[in-house]
Every structure is written in C-alpha cells, then in structure tokens.
C-alpha cells in the first residue's frame, strides 16, 4: 500500500532544497564581483556598458528563476479539486502505475495525457517534464519556457563573466604599456606623462598602477587571485548550465521530455541487458551440447577398447598362434 502525502504548492514550499541557498549565494557573489571589481577596472568609455548589459542579463535570470519556482506546474484538473492534497492511498498489487488511463490512483483525479505523478511534490503535472532540485519545483507546461529562459540567461552571464575576467588576468601581463583594456594602467600612463610633461623633477618613486575591489586600493596579488579564481568559477557554471541547456535543445529536437528520456534510456540499457542474458544463455547451451557430445564419444571409444578390442584379442590368440 504506497500513501499519498499532501502535496506541495511550489518551490518556496517546505521544506526548501539547500541548492535553492547555493543558487541565491552564487548570484550574489558573481554580482557583487561584477559591479565592485570587474567594471571599475574597465576602461571608463566601457563602464556603462558594462553595468547595463550585466543588469539586464541579471535581472532577465533573477525573474525567470523565481517565475520557475513560484508558479504551480499542477495538472488543471488537481488544482480545481475540491479537496486540495487530501491523502490518498494506492494498492500496488492492484494497480501497477500511478495513472492508468489518465486517471491517477494517488491524486484520485482525472488527469491530461502527458501529466506524471512527482513523487517529490506528490502532486500530477501537467506536461511532466522532469523535478528540478535547483529550483525545488517540477518543470512542466506551465514553467517549461521559463526555466529555458532562466538556463539561457545563466549561460550568457557566465560566459561573460568568463570572457571580461579571463581578458582582465591576460591583460594584467600585456597591457602595461598601453592601457586599453585595464583602468589602472590607463591612469597610471596620463600620470606618468603628465609628469614627465611638466617642468618639475620627482626624485620619488615610480608610481604604481592602483587596482580597485569594492571601490578600495588592493595589492595588485588581490586583483589577480580574484580574477582568477572567477575565471574558474565562471567556466564551472558555464559548463554545467550549458550542458543541461543542450541536452533540454537535443530533446526538443527529438520531441522528448526529459522524463521520455530517462524512460527511453532505461529500456535501451533493459533490452540491452536482455539480449546480453540471451547471449549468454546461448553459449552456456553450446557448451554444454559440446561437452555431452564430447562426453558421449568418449564412453564410446571406452566401450570399442572394454569389449570390442579384446574379442579379436581372443580370436587371434586361437586361431593365428603358431601351435607349439
């Protein structure tokens, strides 16, 4: 006997997945490392750009993102229920599925075709996609595009944070003589020229270029380690978001769920599984024909030398003796 619990409204419902605080916390630390460390060591012509394209960027994933885990992907029919996550019960020995015939035994509801039963959120979906612990919501029909929306902006955030971070380190080697993509050469140049232009003589020491974090002078061993170490960070969430956005373009190409995925997956690996069994069963039946062939041949070579040889032994020994 499988019970149903009562079923959850959406992902703010409790209790919240400890990836929800990992995805707010990244969010803010990759923002925070844009506008206080990225954008004003940019040249100043650049700077504007940069806050505004970010905060579109941004602001597109941070919407997105809690459309994705505010909304209800529920079955219509489960939502307009009078009796909203009442707690059901289902006898597996009687009923294989969750749903047969678009009904569900859990939910006690008719539900759409192409709605499964989450046994996470212990509700139906419509148009079951898969159960997304980033979100601690399902993604169905009605969130589908906005969680496409919220992978799509996620990726382009963290290909630019890759781009800007990774340009900043390498230029931190090349553009001391030029200035044109670090702020702090820029201005460490105008001064050296400007000094070097006026009549006065400074016996003091060259001047240093002044990197900026969270709008302070840092030793330039500071800007380095974080540039870096964002350039790690942004190819982690790169590689991760642009993986599962290609696999959610390579199902939409096929015209599969994630879920008709995971099914597909599971019967190709059974039938392959079955057809290895098969195999093996098959050469497991010739050995054996070959060994009792073999075994057989070999009682009937014992029984030619038991009876038959020592026959013509004793008719040799009679008949082909010389006498004495």
């Known amino acids: 006997m499988e019970v149903r619990l009562p079923s959850r409204f959406n992902g703010l419902s409790l209790p919240l997945h400890p990836l929800q605080f990992v995805v707010i916390g990244v ?30 960027v941004l602001l597109l994933h941070l919407v997105t993102y809690s459309i994705g885990t505010i909304i209800n992907p529920a079955d219509d029919f489960i939502l307009h229920k009078e009796k909203k996550g009442a707690s059901a019960s289902m006898d597996r020995s009687v009923h294989k599925h969750a749903i047969e015939n678009d009904f569900c035994h859990l939910c006690e509801s008719s539900v759409k075709t192409g709605s499964k039963h989450c046994y996470t959120c ?10 997304c612990i980033w ?9 589908y595009r906005t969680f496409i929306v919220c992978l799509s902006s996620g990726l382009l955030g963290s290909a630019i944070l890759l781009a800007v971070n990774l340009m900043q380190f390498i ?23 400007e000094t070097t232009s006026s009549s006065t003589l400074l016996t003091t020491a060259a001047p240093q270029a002044q990197f900026m974090m969270f709008f302070r002078p840092v030793p330039f061993e500071a800007f380095l ?9 942004s ?39 079955e057809r290895k069994q098969t195999d093996l ?12 062939s073999t075994g057989c ?26 006498p004495v």
């Open 281 to 292: 069963e098959m050469q497991q039946d010739i050995y054996d024909q070959t060994s009792t």
């Open 27 to 56: 969010l803010i630390f990759f923002s925070l490392n844009w506008f206080c460390v990225n954008v004003p060591n940019l040249p100043i012509a650049w700077q504007p750009a940069g806050h505004t394209v970010m905060a579109i």
């Open 225 to 233: 380690f974080m540039t870096f170490f964002m350039v790690i960070l």
């Open 135 to 143: 979100l601690n919501n399902c993604v169905g029909q009605k969130n």
């Open 122 to 131: 212990n509700k139906c979906v419509e148009g079951f996609d898969h159960h």
């Open 171 to 193: 230029a931190y080697y090349t553009d001391a003589n030029t200035g044109n993509i670090l702020l702090p050469y820029a201005l460490l140049l105008k001064s050296s020229v």
């Open 235 to 273: 190819f982690i969430a790169m590689f991760l978001i642009g993986h599962l956005l290609g696999l959610h373009i390579f199902l939409a190409i096929k015209g599969r769920t994630t879920y008709q995925h995971i099914v597909y997956k599971r019967t190709i690996e059974a039938e392959a599984a």
């Open 297 to 322: 041949w070999k009682d009937s070579l014992s029984c030619k030398k038991g009876k038959v040889y020592p026959h013509k032994a004793d008719s040799s020994d009679n008949n082909t003796l010389p």
